[in-house]
């Protein structure tokens, strides 16, 4: 059947699909960057047209499925339906499937380099591990599967009304969502901080200080092969795609071992660049620290020659309050200077509001007004303080896995394609 639709060149059809083939299309539709009605009106199309009646498909428990169409489209397939002896169904059901078939998944497209993303702050506290975390599992998340992501629309609008002084979109309110495909991304996550929170988030167990670590690798005195130590974080939700590079206690001495080290600044580079090979990206969780460890850290983020700007560098997490912006200078003041000395360009990604809530009054939406009117680096991500990443935290399970369509999760895969 069909009925007028509000749209003055559209027509409302309703006819039933099998739920499979339903959710094929939608997940199809959503990786080419089309609306489903464009993809059912093109594989009709090209159903009609075909010489010969395709092979039927399975329609049992096909329900309800309703589409808009050109007007008289739908009449021209009843009739091509009619002359093949097929039911509307089947008709509309092998139309879809030609689609699918016409159409396949687009894949996953690599970086020519590895991405490598820093996430750092000097100040401890501010939520740089659950950052680093959400970032890749919303970077790894299956590419054949729709996910909730905040509209790109909602995070710029609450930055226009911190701009003007207004109060800010509550990152703890309601959130406009679109289902989008997962990136698919291999992502490794590192843990580059002694304090090993990343790892215990995750659900790891740190790496014993009387065998190898990252540390040792960077330091000179490998005991084995660093792949040797990743860990692959829950399977069952990513797949293969996301890993974990432990970390070890023995990092609170890197700084120590670093000062004795030939070219001590690609100390990072040295020990991860065997790796870059079976990843997409790689995320660093960088310690609270100005020292030679940020330094390895910002060197190792750097543009490389032949990588396009923005792809590696800085993402600063802080918080709408004081201290993370005297933290900020800190940080800024020794990537520049690093720079300078070395002679690198290290791109900001941006800055990520972290632990945001609008209710804590004056204190909070002026912060996030003054973290807006720096505007390079810009603010890419806008997440509030909500319990969902506590609770991830304690049961020792990523936050997209244990509450994929909460707020937070929805936030960390804007920001995963705000900074892609």
Excluded at 53 to 70: E, K, R, V
Excluded at 321 to 346: F, H, K, M, P, W
Aim: one cysteine or more.
């Amino acid at each position: 059947m069909s009925s007028p639709a509000t749209s003055s060149d559209r027509e409302k059809v309703v006819s039933k699909l099998p739920g499979w083939l339903r959710q094929n299309l939608k997940v199809r539709a959503a990786q080419h960057g089309l609306e489903i009605q464009q993809a059912v009106e093109q594989g009709i199309v090209d159903w009609c047209r075909l010489a010969s009646t395709p092979g039927s498909i399975d329609t049992a428990g096909a329900d309800s499925f309703s589409t808009l169409l050109p007007p008289g489209q739908w009449d021209e397939f009843r009739s091509v339906a009619n002359d093949r002896n097929v039911s509307l169904i089947q008709g509309l059901a092998q139309s879809v499937q030609l689609w699918l078939d016409n159409n396949p998944s687009p894949g996953v497209e690599r970086p020519a380099i590895t991405r490598r993303i820093v996430v750092c702050n000097q100040k401890g506290g501010v939520g740089k591990t659950a950052i680093t975390a959400g970032l890749g599992e919303a970077l790894a998340e299956d590419s054949d599967k729709l996910h909730p992501v905040r509209v790109a629309k909602q995070l710029l609008d609450a930055l226009r009304a911190a701009d003007d002084g207004q109060e800010a979109i509550p990152a703890d309110g309601p959130l406009d969502v679109e289902n989008l495909p997962g990136p698919g991304m291999r992502v490794l996550l590192v843990d580059f901080d002694p304090q090993c929170h990343l790892t215990n988030q995750l659900g790891g167990t740190p790496l014993p200080m009387d065998g190898d670590s990252l540390t040792n690798h960077m330091g000179g005195t490998p005991k084995g092969e660093l792949r040797d130590l990743i860990i692959t974080v829950e399977p069952e939700t990513f797949d293969d795609r996301l890993h974990l590079l432990p970390a070890c206690n023995d990092a609170f001495l890197l700084d120590v071992r670093l000062s004795s080290v030939r070219a001590r600044e690609a100390a990072l580079e040295r020990a991860l660049a065997p790796l870059e090979g079976d990843y997409d990206v790689i995320i660093v969780d960088c310690p609270p620290s100005l020292g030679l460890s940020m330094d390895a850290a910002a060197y190792y983020g750097r543009r490389r020659d032949g990588e396009e700007a923005g792809k590696s560098g800085a993402l600063i997490v802080v918080q709408a309050e004081d201290s993370s912006a005297d933290a900020y200078d800190l940080l800024t003041t020794q990537i520049e200077d690093l720079s300078n000395d070395l002679g690198l360009v290290l791109d900001y990604l941006g800055i990520v509001v972290n632990l945001y809530d609008g209710r804590r009054g004056f204190i909070a939406t002026s912060s996030l007004q003054g973290w807006v009117d720096i505007k390079d680096p810009r603010v890419v991500g806008l997440i509030g303080d909500l319990k969902e990443q506590k609770e991830a935290v304690r049961v020792k399970r990523p936050l997209l896995s244990y509450a994929p369509r909460c707020q937070q999760s929805v936030g960390m895969r804007a920001l995963a394609r705000e900074i892609s």
